[in-house]
């Protein structure tokens, strides 16, 4: 017999009599049995269970007949492929149903009172499995500062997966790391697998940045305690949370996005004229470009720098020495 996948809802000694049934001429059961080697009341059994999927039936002389496969196999499919498509529907709708489910359940936390502590300590080992849990069931942006980047549950594959699906998720996701990290050369495949999955970078100086923490929505915080192997604390009232998304915008005020490496002579020419005063119109006819060539490059510029006026940018790219 040929190696084939076993058949819908068929165990293996139902799909062998089917096959043996199919390739041979009407007979009697007991001489099925006969050939294939089966007692009887053994065959009988399997007998039982194709006539249920309504492949082979018996006639009132007592021979086993079956029906084209195309037919019969081809109705056990629809009905499978039927009950399949069903089941899709029902998970979609039971994931679709997933935030009334959550809203109800936090409206039970609201009048039975908090079912979990206000703050809670975790164990190194513990953290990417708190870091996965807080990243699925929170809402709103995540924003996480950093001061170093060779350990931490960021790392972990179970957490990395779920990071991957943030920018599906459309989720705003911003990160604060220091200037030394862009020396470390696992640095950069490690940005962009982050900038990959939906997240705005920027960078301080190394003094500037005293602690590292994760702020999920509202969901909570996870602050990572001092010292080598540190335990982490994950605190969830609402007013420390508050204290901790004002400290991070004024971090993300001060820090600066990183210039690619490979950043045009173009971009630098234009920032140059544009520090020697230059209007657009004259920058445009010095470097060949259009006028709203000119302004729209200014513009990504000015986003790329994370500032909002034109002097912002000037100081921001004469601090990091890219024009004097």
């Known amino acids: 017999m040929n190696a084939q996948p076993g058949s819908v809802g068929l165990t293996e000694a139902a799909e062998q009599l089917y096959r043996h049934v199919l390739r041979s001429a009407p007979a009697p059961m007991a001489e099925h049995a006969e050939a294939l080697g089966w007692r009887l009341r053994q065959t009988e059994q399997v007998m039982r269970d194709l006539e249920r999927m309504r492949l082979a039936r018996r006639t009132s002389e007592g021979t086993v007949k079956v029906d084209d496969p195309r037919a019969s196999v081809g109705r056990l499919l629809d009905s499978e492929e039927s009950e399949l498509d069903e089941r899709r529907r029902r998970l979609l709708g039971l994931r679709e149903s997933l935030d009334s489910f959550e809203s109800d359940y936090r409206r039970g ?40 980047m ?35 050369p696992e640095w950069h495949p490690f940005a962009q697998w982050r900038a990959g999955a939906g997240e705005q970078q920027r960078y301080l100086a190394d003094d500037n940045i005293r602690v590292e923490f994760a702020i999920f929505g509202r969901s909570g ?26 400290l991070f915008d004024e971090l ?25 005063g ?30 909002d006026t034109r002097f912002q940018l000037g100081l921001a790219v004469s601090r990091r020495g890219l024009v004097e």
Request: charged content about 25%.
């Open 221 to 246: 915080v996870l602050l990572e305690e001092n010292g080598e192997d540190a335990d982490f604390l994950l605190l969830r009232p609402p007013a420390i949370i508050d204290a901790f998304v004002t």
């Open 150 to 184: 060779a350990t931490g549950p960021a790392h972990e594959d179970t957490v990395r997966s779920q990071w991957d699906g943030l920018s599906t998720g459309g989720r705003d996701v911003r990160g604060i790391f220091p200037l030394s990290v862009l020396t470390d």
């Open 109 to 148: 936390l609201q009048l039975s009172g908090p079912r979990v502590p206000p703050w809670e300590q975790v164990a190194p080992t513990e953290a990417a499995g708190v870091v996965e849990h807080l990243i699925r069931t929170s809402r709103g942006s995540i924003r996480q500062v950093t001061a170093k």
């Open 252 to 276: 993300w005020r001060r820090a600066e996005p990183l210039m690619s490496r490979d950043a045009s002579a173009q971009d630098v020419k234009l920032l140059e004229l544009l520090s020697l």
């Open 278 to 307: 230059f209007k657009d119109e004259a920058i445009a006819r010095q470097m060949g470009l259009g006028l709203r060539t000119v302004r729209r490059r200014v513009a990504a510029l000015m986003d790329e720098h994370g500032v």
